[in-house]
Structures are given as C-alpha cells and as structure tokens.
C-alpha cells in the first residue's frame, strides 16, 4: 500500500485486533490484483515500482505484537516486479504478486552469545542484515541471513542455501556438539546450493578460550579436509567478525573473476547492479535493461 495509507493505518498500532491485520494483508495484496499500483500513487524507480520498506517494517512489527512467541523479520527486496517493468517484456499482475517479499518467523529462542551481533545495517531483529564491502574498488553488497540452527528448522533453513553465492557455517568452540554437527550441515549445504557456493567455517566465542572443548587445529584439519576457508571469531567482542564478512567478499568476487559464478543465473546469487558491463575475465554482459536490481553480489 501506498506510505499515506501506511501511515493512517499504523498510527495506533496497540489497538489493532486480528481482524485489522487481515484488512491490512487484503488491502496490501489488492494492489496487485487490481492493477492499481499507479492509481494509488505507489513509489516508482526507473520505470518499476519499489516496496515501501517503511510500510513493510511496520507491518512486521504488527505481527511481532500480535505474536509475541515468535520473532518476526521483515526482509524486503530492492525492486519489484510489475506489469509495467520497461524492456523486460510484459509481466503479469500475477508474477508481480510472487516477488520475493517474505517474512521469516523463527521462535524465540532467547538471546544468544551464538549468534553474530549486528555489525551490519539490520532491519528488524538479527536474522537478516546488508553488508557492503569493496574489493579492487568495486562494491559489493552482501544480505545476510543468519538462520536459526536447531534441528527443528532443518527445512527451513535448506531453502536459503539455494540461490546463495556463500554459506558460513558456524559452531561454538565451548560446545563441542556443535562441531560434531558439522558435517551434517555442510552435507546439506553442498547438495542443496550451487556447487560454487563459497563456504566458511567459523568458529564463534573465541574470548572464551578458557571454556573451549573444540582446539584451533581441530577446525584447520576440518576445513582442510573439506576444502573450507577457516576463521575464529568471537561475535560478543566482534573480534574478526568483520574480517570474516571481507573474507567472504573476496572470496566471492574472485570465483566472479574466474567465471565460476554466472552472473546472469540468479540462482548463483549473484545480481549485477546498473551500468555493469564487464564482470570478470571472461564474463561479458549485455548493455543492463531497466528495471535490473541495484545490487551487486548476494
């Protein structure tokens, strides 16, 4: 909906009922089906229209009161497909509804010293961040989602290794379990995601070197063994978590160099920003058409 609506709507947020809620869904996805995307003065960029992030983070947060067991995150993408996305072809009003506008929900577990603080902008919550780091003067913009690692996500989890140019997979050098767990986890990260996918293992709480049960040499051999990049860090201190993110970025915009990413197949999750027309050694790309997503490198 348009950001007046958004506004009329979210101006007493305490008293909204269940019933408001779905007046708001309906009212959200009306505008798709109706076609009145113009008519209702929705933001354009560059011919497309975008998702007002400020509406979006506040239906989140509507959620968020309506279900307090839950922790609810607004992950909202730069541009949206329409019907009237220029040199892209027509595009149905129906296609335009099924951009990618989701909003993961995750129980709440309790805070974590396991989890990495936000050193990156965050929206709503710790689970999905923006990070841009510039490797040889090119930026690159890298989202993060931090998933939840109980079992019971398992699922879950699985469909965000697809599409995705990294994987991090992180354990908890006081809890020995966690490491034990590790080849699990990469096993479905490596059959579920690109076979480039660029993997880090990273072993968190390192400022509690006097309650480790898993020693440096024991990650080394692992990451040697499965051909891993291997990082400690401690997210509490935020020692090396940056390292760790620029870390990532090189290794990803090397594997663009070197042609092992394509970069006009999303599913590497790879985006190439405007005005790109040379990526890699031997990589060429078409003049960009309207209506491309401004990130560089997911």
Same mark, same amino acid.
């Given at each position: =909906?348009?950001?007046?609506?958004?506004?009329?709507?979210?101006? &007493?947020?305490? +008293?909204l009922?269940?019933?408001? %809620?779905?007046?708001?869904? #309906?009212?959200?996805?009306?505008?798709?089906?109706?076609?009145?995307?113009?008519?209702?003065? !929705?933001?354009?960029?560059?011919?497309?229209?975008?998702?007002?992030?400020?509406?979006?983070?506040?239906?989140?947060? =509507?959620?968020?009161?309506?279900?307090?067991?839950?922790?609810?995150?607004?992950?909202?993408?730069?541009?949206?497909?329409?019907?009237?996305?220029a040199?892209?072809?027509?595009?149905?009003?129906?296609?335009?509804?099924?951009?990618?506008?989701?909003?993961?929900? *995750?129980?709440?577990?309790?805070? +974590?010293?396991?989890?990495?603080?936000?050193?990156?902008?965050?929206?709503?919550?710790?689970?999905?961040?923006? #990070?841009?780091?510039?490797v040889?003067?090119t930026?690159?913009?890298? #989202?993060? !989602? &931090?998933?939840?690692? @109980? /079992? %019971?996500?398992?699922?879950?989890?699985?469909?965000?290794?697809?599409g995705?140019?990294?994987?991090?997979?992180?354990?908890?050098?006081?809890?020995? /379990?966690?490491?034990?767990?590790?080849? +699990? !986890?990469?096993?479905?990260?490596? @059959? @579920?995601?690109?076979?480039?996918?660029v993997?880090? %293992?990273?072993?968190?709480? +390192?400022?509690?070197?006097?309650?480790?049960?898993?020693?440096?040499?024991?990650?080394?051999?692992?990451?040697?063994?499965?051909? %891993?990049?291997?990082?400690?860090?401690?997210?509490?201190?935020?020692?090396?978590?940056?390292?760790?993110?620029?870390?990532?970025?090189?290794?990803?915009?090397?594997?663009?160099?070197?042609?092992?990413?394509?970069? *006009?197949?999303?599913?590497?999750?790879? @985006?190439?920003?405007?005005?790109?027309?040379?990526?890699?050694?031997?990589?060429?790309?078409?003049?960009?058409?309207?209506?491309?997503?401004?990130?560089?490198?997911?």
């Amino acid at each position: =909906m348009p950001n007046d609506k958004a506004r009329e709507v979210f101006e &007493d947020i305490k +008293s909204l009922t269940n019933q408001k %809620l779905d007046e708001v869904l #309906r009212e959200f996805l009306k505008d798709y089906k109706e076609e009145a995307l113009e008519t209702k003065n !929705w933001p354009t960029f560059l011919s497309g229209y975008t998702m007002a992030k400020t509406a979006l983070n506040s239906y989140t947060r =509507m959620l968020a009161m309506k279900f307090p067991h839950f922790r609810v995150n607004c992950i909202c993408p730069d541009f949206v497909k329409t019907d009237i996305n220029a040199n892209t072809g027509i595009i149905s009003v129906d296609e335009g509804a099924e951009s990618p506008v989701k909003l993961a929900l *995750l129980p709440d577990d309790g805070p +974590s010293d396991n989890r990495f603080q936000p050193v990156h902008d965050i929206t709503i919550g710790v689970e999905y961040g923006v #990070r841009t780091i510039t490797v040889d003067n090119t930026p690159i913009k890298l #989202r993060i !989602w &931090d998933t939840a690692g @109980q /079992e %019971l996500f398992r699922s879950i989890i699985r469909s965000y290794y697809r599409g995705a140019a990294c994987a991090l997979l992180v354990y908890d050098i006081t809890r020995r /379990e966690t490491f034990n767990h590790l080849a +699990s !986890w990469l096993e479905d990260a490596r @059959q @579920q995601a690109n076979s480039n996918m660029v993997i880090m %293992l990273i072993g968190n709480k +390192s400022d509690l070197a006097k309650k480790r049960q898993v020693s440096t040499e024991e990650g080394e051999r692992f990451a040697k063994e499965n051909g %891993l990049i291997f990082m400690e860090v401690s997210a509490k201190s935020g020692e090396k978590v940056e390292e760790a993110f620029v870390k990532s970025a090189r290794s990803i915009y090397k594997k663009i160099e070197d042609g092992d990413f394509n970069v *006009l197949d999303e599913t590497h999750g790879i @985006q190439i920003g405007y005005g790109r027309s040379y990526v890699g050694k031997n990589q060429k790309l078409p003049t960009p058409t309207l209506g491309g997503r401004r990130s560089c490198c997911t």
